[in-house]
């Protein structure tokens, strides 16, 4: 699987756009780029996912260069209640991968 | 739909005691399981998972096992448990319709004393 490199750690206040970006240099062609969110004594979640170019959905959109190298998670205005830790993964979207996650980055948003 | 149970929510075990999780799904057939363990502070430690009945991946090395008895039943056990091994164990699955997407449990937090 793509090695992954995020901030360790964003902050943020509320109303705010948060963009969250992720390195995978070594990602493969079959791969796929996820996102998740977890909060505090909580499972992840799973927040969304793209192959290339850009992916929205109610929650974030996700944007992808042309060379994949990289990826951005992006937040419109966020509150309070987005405070949580997003991880993202690369993997390949076939039965029985292992999936690893990365330390994250843990985003604080203030009043 | 789908949906992930797993339990007990919290446990406290004393060290040297055998620890028993167990975590089911419903809703899906020959789903991929996972068993994660997050220490505090820390990110996700995949520990095992499963593509099938009695087909178990270990991750790492340690003082814990995995068993798949039945296809949406995945159990995390250890004899003898250490003090490392506190922490939120979280169990997931994948597979079906929605092959691309992780769904985890509510977790278990154990606590080793």
């Known amino acids: 699987l793509a090695k992954t490199t995020q901030p360790i750690s964003m902050d943020s206040y509320e109303g705010q756009e948060v963009n969250i970006t992720c390195s995978h240099n070594?990602?493969?062609?079959?791969?796929?780029i996820t996102w998740y969110q977890q909060f505090p004594s909580q499972g992840p979640r799973f927040i969304i996912q793209?192959?290339?170019t850009k992916v929205t959905n109610e929650v974030a959109s996700l944007f992808i260069p042309a060379d994949r190298k990289s990826s951005t998670l992006s937040l419109p205005r966020v509150s309070l209640s987005d405070t949580a830790v997003y991880y993202c993964l690369v993997g390949v979207l076939t039965g029985g991968f292992k999936t690893i996650f990365g330390a994250g980055t843990r985003l604080f948003v203030k009043a | 739909s789908q949906t992930i149970h797993q339990w007990p929510a919290t446990l406290v075990q004393p060290v040297g005691s055998p620890l028993s999780l167990e975590c089911t799904v419903e809703g899906t057939s020959n789903p991929n399981l996972y068993w994660y363990r997050q220490a505090a502070g820390r990110g996700l430690q995949l520990l095992f998972y499963s593509v099938g009945i009695g087909q178990i991946s270990s991750e790492v090395p340690q003082n814990l096992s995995a068993s798949r008895p039945q296809d949406r039943q995945f159990i995390l056990s250890s004899k003898k448990l250490l003090l490392s091994d506190s922490g939120f164990y979280l169990c997931?699955?994948?597979?079906?319709?929605?092959?691309?997407?992780?769904?985890f449990g509510s977790g278990t937090q154990l606590s080793v004393l």
């Open positions: 997931a699955w994948r597979g079906g319709a929605t092959n691309e997407k992780l769904f």
């Open positions: 793209g192959y290339k």
């Open positions: 070594n990602i493969a062609t079959n791969d796929y």
